[in-house]
């Protein structure tokens, strides 16, 4: 089974929206991350979460949700997007908060009109 | 802040050829690791160094942790067409922050 799932894999949505994002690993990790990508910049870390406790918030503006129910679920929750908001949006996980090696998702190819 | 920079940004090379990359800082790191990226996937990781002057292959994949701990190096050796597309670095200390990548594309 594939390691970390992220669903969808491609979203539009219009500035006024609400969408959702999700992410499952099936590791067994405690640890889980979101990660903005934009073209031609280098991955930008908006959440960390350990052990389902928010740990860290990189100045993300509160358009941007996060949720994680329990250790293996991550959601991040889109409301009033803008257009700069379009981007790969990626779920990682790792061991533990103190492990370095993060695992990725696939993305969701967000646009936003 | 803490920043990587990776070296070439993009590289064009023929099939069969070899391939240097790296990624250097001003910071010393714990931790170097290697992920690659295809369109329209995440990263996935390659290779992870935990000590200083640590060499570690896999398959064509040969990756070395810099001996200052402020680089690291990735090669790989007679490329194919599925070695396309972007590798990055990451260097861990207290946190794990991410170069920009080296796009590589081979030409058959």
């Known amino acids: 089974e594939t390691g970390v799932t992220q669903t969808p894999r491609h979203l539009v949505m219009g500035m006024t929206n609400k969408k959702s994002l999700k992410c499952e690993q099936h590791l067994g990790h405690n640890a889980m991350y979101w990660y903005k990508q934009s073209a031609k910049k280098p991955l930008e870390l908006m959440f960390v979460?350990?052990?389902?406790?928010?740990?860290e918030n990189n100045s993300v503006p509160s358009r941007f949700s996060p949720e994680c129910p329990n250790s293996s679920h991550l959601f991040l929750h889109l409301h009033t997007l803008q257009p700069e908001d379009s981007a790969l949006y990626l779920c990682?996980?790792?061991?533990?908060?103190?492990?370095?090696?993060?695992?990725f998702g696939p993305g969701t190819r967000l646009t936003v009109l | 802040g803490q920043q990587l920079n990776q070296s070439p940004q993009s590289m064009f090379i023929q099939e069969g050829e070899d391939v240097s990359m790296n990624c250097t800082s001003s910071s010393i790191f714990n931790t170097w690791l290697w992920y690659k990226q295809d369109p329209g996937e995440g990263p996935v990781l390659l290779i992870a160094?935990?000590?200083?002057?640590e060499l570690t292959s896999n398959g064509r994949l040969t990756a070395q942790f810099g001996i200052t701990r402020k680089d690291s190096f990735l090669n790989i050796s007679a490329s194919i067409p599925s070695d396309v597309g972007i590798y990055f670095c990451?260097?861990?200390?207290?946190?794990?922050?991410f170069g920009p990548g080296t796009s590589l594309s081979v030409i058959p």
């Open positions: 990451a260097g861990a200390y207290d946190k794990v922050i």
């Open positions: 990682a996980s790792s061991p533990s908060r103190e492990t370095d090696t993060q695992y």
């Open positions: 979460y350990s052990l389902e406790e928010r740990v």
């Open positions: 160094l935990y000590k200083a002057g």
